[in-house]
């Protein structure tokens, strides 16, 4: 039994329709990151690329960019280091207590990050390191590690574990097992969960907000606080800006491995 | 029994072993995410003297500010009315997606299967800029409407806003619930039900909607829990015009600086969070079983 030609083309319509609607917020963004007006007209009046010049000189733009790029790389350096040996000895070692431990280091999905957010705030203001680097890359390795944790244990718990007993049986050391074998094997998924941490903090706008206090600022923070005050183009130039970031480190992931492997959050 | 021995202290050598290469990540957990939570139950029962002074001692001073005051209690209220509507609206506009990329043959299935879930990687903070835009009080809706000569709506620094853009932001949540769902659906029993003459409606309403209930769980799960907490849409939307639980956790935290009361809020929204997921649990484990 077909449905008919009529009820084909309604749904089609409908489900384009609601494309439409998740994508939505893009087209504006991009439309309006060429226009010089001084604020949201529509249609806009004038066109150019003075936007994209601005944010290069707003000092808070460029002062969080740098930032939240450092911070980037060490929290991904971080929590790499710590979330590999964790997954590792979830996956492989007879770990006491391994369901508890997991869940554990997986909580920060479940907890609110508002929650967490004024926790963190105010332990940081007692030990007076509010508007750090140190709060900012504790909050955001915090906030990505059970990433990592979620696709390196997927990664291992599909990798064949024959491979790493052959080689144990042929008499390698178990550190040598798991230079020659193990890691190599696992180089796709520490790549994605890199780009997913890198990602995860450069983008991460509640947390870093209780805690930057006044001296240091990220991008996404000056975005937001900018956000606040004005509508013109140079928040839409800096978004074009952002997106792109994101598609061409998805893209290098995806080259990589599934990206949605990892997305997983449950 | 010597070997048994042997065998017995390797395992144990391999136990400490596990135990030292989790060592950084508990301390990463327990210094940087448990104290934390633990620090906000103990300030959240501290004295507090003109809004801003914290002073030793306990009591329940905050909590009762939170649950006595009307505008604490309706700010918790309409967290609540907010994440119930944004979820059910996202269930209503993703669904037909979902379903849609479940039965399609077409070769760009993959594609548009990353093109629902991708918004999610895009900053919050841009996607609300977006919905500025188009909501806002001469943005696209109302310009269209104002060229066509129609009466304008005010779809900006207001509820209406907060929820439509929300929605908007919570549908690749619910789109990965509903396609892992959709993904655990025997294939075949669909086809029986076309086999043995079930119409489409039919089939539907009593194969693959019961069938994809679990991943509707899912998907509501997460948006409803990401909507409780969400802050950077409700106060850019809201324009400070729309209270909510995670907006005013930040005002008292950063702005009044009565810490207290955030604390209090932040307790009571975690054990809220905790029934909302011991209630999800009991209703999962019913469906595992059917």
Not at chain 1, 190 to 207: H, N
Not at chain 1, 214 to 233: C, E, G, I, K, M
Request: a positive charge; glycine letters at 6%.
């Amino acid at each position: 039994m077909r449905p008919s030609p009529l009820a084909v083309w309604l749904n089609r319509i409908l489900i384009t329709l609601l494309f439409i609607f998740l994508l939505a917020p893009v087209f504006p963004v991009i439309m309006m990151s060429f226009t010089n007006d001084p604020y949201i007209m529509f249609p806009p009046q004038t066109w150019g690329v003075e936007a994209y010049w601005n944010i290069l000189q707003n000092r808070a733009f460029v002062a969080g960019a740098q930032n939240s790029l450092i911070i980037g790389v060490i929290v991904t350096v971080l929590a790499l280091a710590v979330g590999i040996p964790a997954a590792y000895a979830i996956a492989r070692l007879p770990l006491p207590g391994r369901d508890t431990l997991l869940a554990l280091f997986t909580s920060p999905l479940i907890v609110p990050n508002i929650v967490f957010a004024l926790g963190l705030l105010l332990v940081l203001v007692y030990f007076g390191l509010l508007g750090s680097y140190f709060g900012l890359i504790v909050a955001h390795t915090v906030l990505v590690v059970p990433f990592v944790i979620r696709i390196l244990l997927t990664a291992l718990n599909t990798m064949p574990a024959e491979v790493e007993a052959a080689a144990s049986t042929l008499g390698a050391t178990p550190v040598r097992v798991f230079m020659r074998i193990t890691l190599p094997l696992l180089r796709p998924a520490i790549l994605a969960a890199a780009g997913l941490s890198f990602l995860l903090s450069f983008d991460e706008v509640t947390v870093s907000l209780f805690i930057v206090g006044t001296s240091v600022n990220t991008l996404p923070v000056a975005l937001f606080r900018y956000t606040q005050s004005h509508t013109d183009a140079q928040i839409a130039a800096l978004s074009v800006v952002l997106i792109l970031i994101t598609i061409v480190i998805v893209l290098a992931v995806e080259r990589t491995v599934g990206l949605m492997k990892g997305l997983g959050r449950h | 029994m010597e070997k048994r021995a042997i065998t017995d202290r390797k395992a144990l050598r391999k136990s400490g072993e596990a135990v030292l290469l989790t060592l950084p990540m508990m301390l990463l957990i327990g210094l940087g995410f448990l104290v934390p939570l633990i620090w906000i139950g103990r300030i959240s029962f501290q004295p507090v003297i003109e809004g801003s002074t914290l002073l030793e001692g306990f009591t329940f001073d905050s909590y009762a500010q939170f649950f006595g005051d009307p505008f604490y209690r309706s700010a918790a209220l309409r967290s609540i009315q907010l994440a119930v509507t944004v979820t059910i609206l996202a269930l209503l506009v993703t669904y037909p997606i979902a379903l849609f990329l479940h039965r399609t043959e077409s070769r760009w299935r993959s594609v548009l299967v990353v093109i629902t879930i991708a918004p999610l990687l895009v900053s919050a903070v841009v996607r609300t800029y977006g919905w500025m835009v188009i909501l806002g009080d001469a943005g696209w809706v109302n310009s269209v409407l104002r060229m066509l000569d129609l009466p304008t709506l005010r779809l900006f620094n207001n509820y209406t806003g907060t929820v439509i853009g929300l929605t908007e932001i919570m549908m690749p949540y619910m789109a990965l619930g509903l396609i892992a769902g959709f993904n655990r659906i025997d294939p075949t029993l669909e086809e029986a039900a076309a086999s043995l003459g079930a119409t489409p409606m039919r089939r539907f309403l009593r194969v693959t909607l019961p069938l994809s209930l679990p991943g509707v769980g899912l998907g509501c799960l997460l948006s409803f829990v990401l909507t409780m907490s969400a802050f950077v849409t409700p106060s850019l939307l809201g324009g400070g015009r729309v209270f909510v639980v995670a907006t005013e956790i930040y005002n008292q935290a950063i702005a009044v600086l009565n810490w207290p009361l955030a604390a209090a809020m932040s307790v009571v929204t975690l054990v809220f969070f905790v029934v909302v997921l011991v209630f999800y649990n009991r209703i999962s484990r019913r469906w595992e079983v059917l």
